[in-house]
């Protein structure tokens, strides 16, 4: 077996899980409490809109004409849900053996910002947008040949906050106080985030806001998608007949494998399975030199089993 540069499979804790899936998104559906001359009523109004995450909490860019303006001067009360970003055939996948992406959903209080604290979290927000670009503008070739196979619809994050940049004035910046936190996985299980510490990290995160274009750019790449197949077989002992990436993040990947089934020969089922890094990477291009370097070893591994090596 390969050795030093990843391990069998260690579950990731479920705070984890949630950090991860807020910093690989920028889009959420926010729900407040419709409101009118009466108060509040028990309907809820919801839309998308866009946000980052700035210390543990969501700052979220709401339209200046949105329903959520009026929600929220009478009641602050609301709530957000944010999946795992699943481009491309991925979600097709997901549907067929009706699994869903897994998400993260909050209960909490949508709280304007004023001018100061909103000027505050714009430069937040530019100093993210620019940081991802230089990344981009100075990546290796391991980095661009991997973010240059996703589909042309599948955008770099810092690419749809472009509107928000370009239009400043047009939206009303809100910060989500968060009171509880649920984890909810594929198969419709939820567990509840205790400790919401996990959340919480003032470090601008150098990988996960490209973790979109690297699902992508992988899955639409056959030999990258073998490469897949082979880090079950080599990483985990699984013999699996097909592959997909399903998320990515500092400690490892989540691969969704077709894996023969136990019960009936010749049948086959999908299983998420997790490949573990032995050492954290801490940003894009040190994650795909690393994805190169096992793409390579496994091959090698592939070929001394085959006695071709």
Not at 73 to 99: A, F, H, T, Y
Not at 183 to 197: A, H, K, P, R
Request: hydrophobic share 40%; aromatic share 8%; net charge neutral.
């Amino acid at each position: 077996m390969i050795k030093g540069k990843a391990c069998q499979a260690t579950a990731l804790a479920f705070g984890e899980r949630c950090k991860n899936i807020l910093g690989a998104n920028w889009l959420a559906q926010l729900y407040t409490v419709k409101a009118d001359s009466k108060g509040s009523k028990d309907d809820v109004y919801s839309s998308k809109v866009k946000y980052i995450l700035k210390r543990g909490n969501p700052y979220l860019w709401v339209p200046e004409g949105d329903m959520h303006n009026v929600n929220t001067l009478i009641d602050e009360r609301g709530s957000l849900s944010v999946s795992s970003p699943i481009p491309g055939p991925l979600m097709s996948l997901l549907r067929s053996v009706k699994k869903f992406p897994a998400r993260v959903a909050f209960t909490g209080d949508v709280l304007p910002l004023r001018e100061a604290k909103a000027e505050v979290a714009f430069e937040a927000l530019r100093r993210a947008i620019e940081i991802e670009n230089r990344a981009i503008d100075h990546a290796s070739y391991s980095v661009t040949g991997i973010l240059s196979s996703a589909n042309a619809s599948c955008r770099a994050r810092c690419h749809n906050f472009e509107e928000i940049v370009n239009r400043k004035d047009d939206f009303v910046i809100y910060k989500f106080s968060i009171r509880s936190c649920t984890f909810i996985d594929s198969s419709g299980g939820t567990w509840e985030v205790e400790d919401l510490d996990t959340l919480r990290s003032s470090k601008q995160d150098l990988l996960l806001p490209f973790s979109e274009k690297i699902i992508d750019g992988i899955n639409h790449s056959e030999a990258r998608r073998r490469a897949l197949i082979f880090f079950c077989l080599v990483y985990l002992n699984i013999s699996v007949r097909d592959a997909f990436l399903l998320s990515v993040d500092h400690k490892g990947i989540d691969v969704l494998a077709k894996v023969p089934s136990k019960e009936i020969a010749g049948d086959a089922e999908w299983r998420e399975v997790r490949i573990a890094f032995k050492d954290e990477v801490p940003d894009v291009e040190a994650f795909c030199n690393l994805l190169v370097e096992m793409e390579e070893a496994t091959l090698g591994e592939i070929n001394s089993f085959s006695g071709l090596g």
